[in-house]
């Protein structure tokens, strides 16, 4: 079907099912071992450097707690933008993540303060829990764009897709996507701690992208288990056969419980041993995380100057 | 005066009874030298086509369910009850024994029979069991029968002499090549009768009469051959036999009388199965 | 820029924590003695070929003395040690082993090849979990199946190979000890140096003189062993010619031997397997150890429709991975252990070419001194080839394909060895059938090269006699078990 730029189904909803339960299974044990076995890889010295950088680059610096306020917001923005300010070459981060609300505080400041390559996105349809009509998910996004949000996270019903409504879950995807156009990036939220098992893990991924997702990401950051590395993997690895099969490069977002920089580079060497490194850019790999930054700007500083860090010389959000 | 109707005494292979396909036979006399039956002296070749037949009833009889190998040799049993005097009377005039002697050996044959009979579905259980591996995996142990075993019988005891070394080859699945006692081969070749009208599938006994010497050698070195109870062999070729064996590596044993899980165990293999446990 | 964007700096494991002797002596009834020809060799590193220390060479003088000393420490304090007193031996070993651990792995590495996320992951808590698990059956044996007084052998001549040589020894040693054996233990030729640091934990442990002796040498130390009159019992680990020649010697005395011999097993992939698990599995099955593994899924069966995308998937993961320096905590593939064994290994894969299978080798830089091979598949292979048929021992993988699933199980077991196999499918029914079909000692369902001291591990066929591991493993040294 020419409007998803791929002919994997021919955009029925018993095309789609079939596509979906056709997909080869995950087997839990192999898929966790190969995931922990990756997490043994020691990532030394200059390596480590490189990988620090690389993941401040890619981090979704986040805050989606019903007490933010655009000051929070603002002085987020500012670290994005200088995460160390001692240091310049700290490069920015990936993007601002934030409520709809405080999307036009984020994108206004971010301009002001030179910030204006660094993307916002918006959690939009409901976010976390998707429950709300399509009406209300279409203004939700619509009101996200409108205000500057240049990517837009948004969440899957996933009690549809639990009851095997894939058809519905696809055109919701897919009816946001449309909307988004060229304005805004999409991101597709699956809460994989909600999806139960890694066969679903890889049939809504794959949902996703074939209801054109530019990204797919774990979690909303508010259900745990969230971007646990095996359920990263069994994702890499969508989005690697999914370029075999279509030649389109869609990113991944492992968003939630990544705090340190021992976990951001688990996440990174997964991608390198999966997908291989073409994905090992801020426009196909991003981290969701708030706590996270901090930890690597510290350890940052320790390989630098050769001493353990202390929190005092970080910026508390 | 009736003249009686003498018994052929042939080879038993793949559920037939041939001659021997050299020809040959050898006179059997009692211990007065009366003449009593000219069995047949199986050949190399003879030995050939049996392992042939054991090797192809072996996927059929290993896979039977083990209830049904079970009710097999429990309906040996029951077919030797109903010829007992037959083999009373072969064992009479061959070992030179008393009636009760006789009748003694085929009783404890026909319960041996039945012993390893209700062997069958239990080895597994008694046996096999699953290993708590530290890890998330489901790991089980099973033993399963060899293949094709040679056993040779007992010199003495003609019917209880192989039974000792057949029953418990049979009850777990394994197909046996018989060679029988050289000077006692009647209850050998009178088994085969009681086995063609058992429900045993053919070919998963084989029965050969002759020379030991003769025929041990080719057994031993033969490569479709798995193992070999050699507890009627001569003690002395233990070494010989052993040696020949060791090209595809045999499992070779010798048993005291006993009848034992032992024996069962001997001549199979144990196959361990590993499994993830995960959704 | 994106292709270097994450090369991963080197990570070696520091060796210092391994304190090696330039010369060892034999380690007899609790000492370090000379070995009578007073001959040395040398213990190399095959990542470097440089010497790592100077071993002694047993010979037949040496190997009595090692015999009577087991005898000995049998006779006078073993076989009155209670059950209970000998747990605790191997629970102490056990611990010694675990608090040394580090050591170890890094020694077996420097003397193996093999990279140090095995030795540190597998081998050396493998060994320790073997000890920890025998120790408790010490006490226990009348529990096991085996009648209600089970009766050790009395000395036990062991022979272990150079693939995991910390591994086996403690798969010989630690049942042998449990059941109330004493041991002379002789390591491989290439691979000695993490038993005579075992001696030590012996020495730590203060395990009574004699009940563990340990003589290095070659074949013919072997052969010396095997050959001793006074021993009651073989346990030999190697390849199935040598276990062979071993059957053959013990034949004419009746003592009986356990034979953990070579294989060439099947992995068979089926087109409902779950495919990124598999295709890791596959890896894990030939190219863990190097291939140096007895029962390595040398042979893959791959169901015809899934070929393809089966092998791309393939050839792409083996590209990734790490060949190199065995200490770098990031190498997947060592060193090969030998010389010798790269001669082997290099002349099967030619045979291959010749036969006209098609070789296809992973893209990588091996390093100039030492013996390397890198990760090598050969498709187009057919049951005659010599690839199909005979054991590498190396990183080298045959692919075939079948059809139908009886095909699969047809092609699997067409091999003069038994010792494991592989299935790969998400349909249970067919993963239990196909365990029924496979004549193999060891089925690896959805999972491959795992090893546990509670599994019983063996062969059928021509891969061996009898099992280690487990319930199954004590009758290997029980007298008369079954």
């Known amino acids: 079907m020419s409007e998803f730029g791929h002919k994997l189904i021919d955009g029925s909803e018993s095309s789609l099912k079939s596509f979906l339960d056709n997909l080869p299974g995950v087997d839990k044990v192999g898929a966790e071992g190969r995931a922990a076995m990756l997490g043994t890889r020691s990532i030394k010295t200059t390596s480590k450097a490189r990988a620090i950088d690389l993941a401040i680059s890619m981090v979704d610096l986040t805050t989606l707690e019903g007490a933010d306020t655009p000051g929070k917001v603002r002085s987020l923005c500012a670290k994005a933008l200088r995460p160390d300010p001692t240091d310049s070459t700290v490069p920015h981060v990936g993007a601002i993540c934030v409520y709809n609300d405080m999307v036009k505080v984020a994108r206004d400041y971010l301009d002001s303060i030179g910030g204006q390559s660094i993307p916002v996105a918006a959690v939009s349809t409901a976010f976390p829990s998707g429950r709300a009509s399509m009406e209300v998910k279409l203004r939700d996004t619509q009101d996200a764009i409108e205000s500057g949000a240049s990517e837009i996270d948004m969440v899957i019903d996933r009690g549809a897709f639990l009851s095997g409504k894939f058809g519905s879950v696809f055109d919701e995807i897919k009816e946001i996507k449309a909307l988004c156009g060229e304005k805004a990036h999409l991101k597709v939220i699956l809460e994989t701690g909600e999806l139960a098992t890694y066969d679903n893990v890889r049939k809504a991924s794959y949902l996703a992208m074939l209801a054109g997702a530019d990204f797919i990401k774990t979690s909303t950051g508010k259900v745990s288990p969230a971007a646990t590395p095996p359920v990263v993997l069994v994702m890499l690895e969508a989005v690697r056969d999914f370029f075999a099969l279509t030649g389109k490069k869609i990113g991944v977002k492992p968003a939630g419980g990544i705090r340190t920089t021992k976990d951001a580079i688990k996440q990174l060497v997964l991608v390198n041993e999966t997908t291989g490194p073409e994905w090992l850019t801020p426009k196909l790999f991003r981290i969701g995380a708030s706590a996270l930054l901090n930890d690597l700007l510290m350890q940052r500083m320790k390989l630098s100057n050769g001493r353990y860090s202390s929190a005092n010389y970080v910026t508390v959000d | ?279 | 820029m994106t292709a270097d964007i994450f090369e991963y700096s080197p990570a070696p494991e520091s060796r210092a924590i391994v304190k090696l002797k330039s010369e060892y002596g034999l380690f007899i009834n609790g000492k370090w003695v000379s070995p009578q020809s007073k001959k040395k060799f040398s213990s190399i590193n095959p990542a470097t070929e440089e010497v790592l220390a100077k071993v002694s060479q047993g010979n037949q003088v040496d190997v009595d003395k090692a015999v009577k000393a087991a005898r000995a420490a049998y006779n006078k304090v073993w076989s009155k040690t209670k059950p209970k007193e000998r747990a605790k031996y191997l629970f102490r070993i056990a611990r010694l082993l675990q608090e040394r651990a580090r050591e170890f792995a890094v020694l077996e590495s420097l003397d193996n090849g093999k990279p140090i996320r095995e030795t540190r992951d597998v081998d050396v808590p493998l060994s320790a979990a073997h000890f920890f698990y025998h120790a408790g059956w010490a006490d226990k044996l009348e529990y096991a199946g085996y009648g209600d007084n089970p009766k050790p052998y009395g000395v036990v001549a062991q022979i272990i190979p150079w693939n995991f040589p910390l591994l086996m020894l403690a798969w010989k040693v630690a049942p042998a000890l449990a059941t109330g054996n004493t041991v002379v233990l002789k390591p491989a030729e290439t691979t000695p140096l993490t038993a005579l640091l075992f001696a030590e934990i012996c020495e730590q442990a203060e395990l009574p003189a004699g009940v563990v002796n340990i003589v290095t040498g070659d074949g013919t130390t072997g052969a010396a062993l095997v050959n001793h009159r006074d021993i009651d019992k073989v346990a030999f680990t190697g390849s199935t010619e040598v276990g062979k020649l071993i059957a053959t010697s013990i034949a004419d005395r009746g003592i009986p031997a356990t034979l953990e011999l070579g294989g060439k097993g099947a992995n068979i992939v089926f087109d409902d397997a779950p495919i990124d698990e598999a295709v890791e599995g596959i890896i894990n099955g030939i190219f863990f150890n190097q291939g140096h593994v007895c029962c390595a899924g040398s042979r893959l069966l791959l169901q015809e429709s899934i070929v393809d995308d089966f092998l791309t998937k393939l050839q792409s993961r083996m590209a990734k991975i790490r060949v190199g320096d065995p200490l770098d905590k990031n190498t997947d593939l060592g060193a090969i252990n030998s010389s010798a064994q790269l001669t082997k290994i290099k002349e099967l894969s030619e045979s291959g070419t010749k036969e006209g299978a098609n070789i296809w080798s992973a893209p990588c830089t091996l390093p100039t001194k030492g013996f390397w091979y890198p990760p090598t598949i050969f498709t187009g292979v057919t049951a005659a080839h010599r690839i199909a048929r005979e054991e590498i021992f190396g990183p080298v993988l045959s692919v075939l394909t079948f059809r139908t699933p009886q095909e699969a199980m047809e092609k699997a077991n067409n091999t003069p060895y038994g010792l494991s196999a592989g299935i790969w499918t998400e349909k249970g029914s067919k993963i239990l059938w196909a365990a029924q079909q496979l004549k193999a000692g060891v089925i690896w369902a959805n999972t491959f090269n795992k090893f546990d001291p509670a599994s019983p591990f063996g062969g059928y066929k021509e891969s061996g006699w009898g099992r280690e591991g487990g319930r199954h493993g004590l009758a290997a040294y029980i007298k008369g078990a079954k």
């Open chain 2, 1 to 279: 005066m009736r003249i009686d109707v003498m018994k052929t005494y042939k080879l038993y292979i793949g559920g037939a009874f041939p001659r021997s396909e050299s020809g040959r036979s050898y006179e059997l006399k009692d211990k007065k030298g009366n003449f009593i039956a000219n069995p047949a002296l199986a050949s190399r070749k003879d030995l050939r086509d049996a392992v042939v037949a054991a090797k192809s009833a072996f996927s059929g009889w290993s896979y039977a369910t083990a209830y049904n190998r079970g009710q097999i040799l429990y309906r040996m049993a029951e077919m030797l009850e109903g010829r007992t005097e037959q083999f009373v009377a072969e064992i009479k005039a061959l070992e030179g024994v008393t009636d009760s002697v006789a009748r003694k050996q085929v009783q404890d044959s026909i319960d041996l029979w039945v012993w390893y009979a209700g062997w069958s579905d239990k080895i597994s259980t008694t046996s096999g069991g699953t290993n708590p591996i530290a890890g998330p995996y489901y790991n089980f142990t099973i033993p399963e029968p060899l293949g094709v075993v040679g056993v040779i019988a007992d010199e003495k005891e003609s019917l209880l002499g192989l039974t000792r070394g057949l029953a418990p080859v049979i009850a777990s699945g394994n197909t046996a090549v018989l060679i029988a006692s050289e000077k006692l081969p009647l209850s050998a070749i009178s088994l085969a009768e009681v086995i063609a009208t058992s429900d045993l599938p053919s070919g998963v006994v084989n029965i050969l009469t002759g020379s030991k010497s003769e025929l041990i050698p080719w057994l031993a070195s033969h490569m479709e051959v798995d193992g070999i109870d050699i507890s009627g062999a001569d003690k002395k070729l233990d070494g010989e036999i052993k040696k020949a064996g060791t090209e595809n590596l045999k499992r070779i044993y010798r048993f005291e009388k006993d009848a034992s899980l032992k024996r069962i165990l001997s001549f199979m293999e144990y196959k361990t199965v590993w499994h993830p446990i995960g959704i």
